[in-house]
């Protein structure tokens, strides 16, 4: 079991690595996050009350937008030079391939929803009055985003449509993720009288089942 | 090495066009019954006296209900089938996830169809965002189109039995979850919480409703029988297609080592 | 009948595109079935291997 932990870490290790060495994060996904926040400013309206009413989904609408893009760096980082082939040979199970793929994703993801937090903060006026019910929610969240991308990641990965399929087979699957997400913030940032804990149990249950099934899963699609 | 290439030029055989004839006579009684015998739905208000009910626009009932059913059976057969598949691993199994997963997406999309044409005259909207079961339906429509995309787009036979068992098993599993979100994210629903219950029921009614469920299941039955058909014939097709290409390398290999003999011997 | 239009459109399109559906099943089975020898096609008796 510890052995499948350290597996775990150092492909969830040297994924970080690649992105701290090209930045793709810091000088690509992390600017278009914020560009999606203007744009929904632009198309909405420039009446701050507009904006901040909308926050809560607007900013989960641009994380998954950001997680479809970090899942496909995830996903072409391994077929570079047969890396794929590589760690399969490596005898590591697919399981602690899998866990540690998601987690890179996972640090990805919650980095970006820091920045988002703030961008919503500054751009839509909005008001953190539940912190807990906020990280809660984005952690539970980034669990489901990124267990359910890298598996649907693995399901694309090698086919020439790939960037333009994942988005059709991901966005659908998250449809929950989405709504939960959304009225748990709408519950943190005061917007809408709803129970956020509630929906935190079910983006729970949804982050669970994701990242079982995402292990489990992920072994019938590597050895093939 | 030549296998006699004995073919037919149909899928069809003695028992599935028994299939098609009895189900286009139960279109047609469906038809019959939906549209001539059966009555409009028009009840009178308990206090106004007033009349209501759905009037002519509860015949799409005997057509939308059925599908929506047997969309959601296509769809689980397409799950067990997947399941199947990944523990046995046989053509039988993929060819048959692939068959419901196909003609259960159109079912879908009619379903979506059916039912927004009957809402615009009963509810007043064409589409109903606080509906669960509009919602989950449109979601799940969306993940097998994906599906269906997937299994296009994967060349490799076996991954793209794989990896469409995979997505098939993910959007079943996923179903539940959405179906509660949604239910959550408007504590309210316009769908009948029985279809049935706010009817008018007449016996007629409820005779024409279960015809139409006996019918669109023969037709849901006769397009997966043809569809797994097809479905097995491309496989047979691109597997023969390899056999033949061997067969004949193989061929010229032997005569050239027929050759070869004959110019040692002379 | 009231509804006319909404009943003709329903069922209408519904039983075109199933009809449309089933006719290029119908077809693909056709185009298949010349090119696949008949011992090959015996979809539901033969045990099959792996895809």
């Known amino acids: 079991m510890s052995r499948f932990f350290a597996d775990a870490r150092l492909v969830a290790a040297k994924d970080l690595r690649i992105e701290a060495r090209s930045r793709v994060l810091l000088n690509q996904v992390a600017p278009f996050a914020l560009l999606v926040l203007v744009l929904f400013g632009f198309a909405l309206d420039a009446d701050q009350r507009t904006l901040r009413a909308f926050a809560p989904g607007l900013f989960w609408v641009a994380v998954l937008f950001c997680a479809l893009l970090a899942i496909q760096r995830s996903v072409s980082v391994e077929q570079a030079d047969g890396a794929l082939t590589g760690l399969r040979l490596s005898g590591m199970s697919p399981a602690a391939l899998f866990v540690g793929k998601a987690s890179a994703v996972f640090v990805q993801l919650v980095v970006l929803e820091v920045l988002l937090t703030a961008g919503i903060i500054v751009l839509y006026g909005s008001e953190v009055e539940q912190p807990l019910l906020v990280v809660a929610t984005g952690l539970l969240a980034a669990v489901a985003v990124a267990c359910t991308g890298t598996l649907y990641g693995a399901l694309a990965s090698g086919l020439g449509v790939r960037e333009t399929l994942l988005p059709i087979l991901l966005l659908p699957v998250l449809a929950p993720v989405l709504i939960g997400a959304t009225r748990a913030f709408d519950d943190a940032l005061g917007n809408a009288a709803v129970d956020g804990w509630a929906w935190l149990g079910l983006l729970a249950v949804f982050a669970v089942v994701a990242t079982a099934g995402g292990a489990l899963a992920h072994g019938a699609l590597v050895d093939e | ?266 | 009948m009231t509804h006319l239009g909404y009943l003709i459109a329903g069922w209408g399109i519904a039983l075109g595109v199933l009809a449309a559906y089933a006719a290029s099943i119908v077809r693909r089975g056709r185009d298949l079935a010349r090119r696949v020898p008949v011992g090959r096609s015996r979809w539901l008796t033969s045990p099959g291997e792996d895809a």
């Open chain 2, 1 to 266: 090495m030549t296998e006699t290439m004995e073919t037919t030029d149909t899928t069809g055989s003695r028992g599935s066009r028994l299939l098609g004839v009895v189900t286009l006579l139960g279109l047609a009684t469906l038809l019959l019954f939906a549209f001539a015998l059966t009555e409009p739905d028009v009840r009178l208000h308990p206090t106004t006296g007033q009349e209501i009910g759905q009037f002519d626009a509860v015949r799409l009932l005997y057509l939308h209900v059925p599908l929506a059913v047997f969309t959601y059976v296509a769809f689980v057969l397409c799950a067990v089938a997947s399941a199947g598949y990944l523990v046995k691993r046989t053509a039988w199994f993929d060819t048959m996830a692939y068959a419901a997963a196909e003609v259960g997406t159109v079912f879908c999309g009619l379903v979506l169809v059916t039912g927004s044409i009957w809402g615009r005259p009963v509810w007043n909207t064409w589409w109903e965002w606080g509906d669960v079961r509009l919602m989950t339906t449109l979601v799940l429509f969306l993940m097998f189109t994906g599906y269906l995309a997937l299994r296009r787009a994967t060349v490799d036979p076996r991954a793209s039995a794989r990896r469409g068992a995979v997505v098939a098993l993910v959007a079943v599993l996923d179903l539940p979850i959405v179906n509660r979100s949604v239910e959550w994210w408007e504590n309210r629903t316009l769908h009948q919480k029985s279809t049935l219950g706010e009817l008018k029921i007449q016996d007629l009614t409820l005779f024409t409703l279960m015809l139409g469920f006996l019918v669109l299941g023969l037709v849901l039955a006769w397009l997966l029988l043809h569809r797994f058909r097809v479905g097995w014939l491309e496989r047979e097709d691109a597997g023969h297609g390899v056999a033949t290409a061997i067969a004949e390398r193989r061929a010229d290999i032997d005569e050239g080592d027929v050759d070869a003999a004959v110019g040692e011997g002379a």
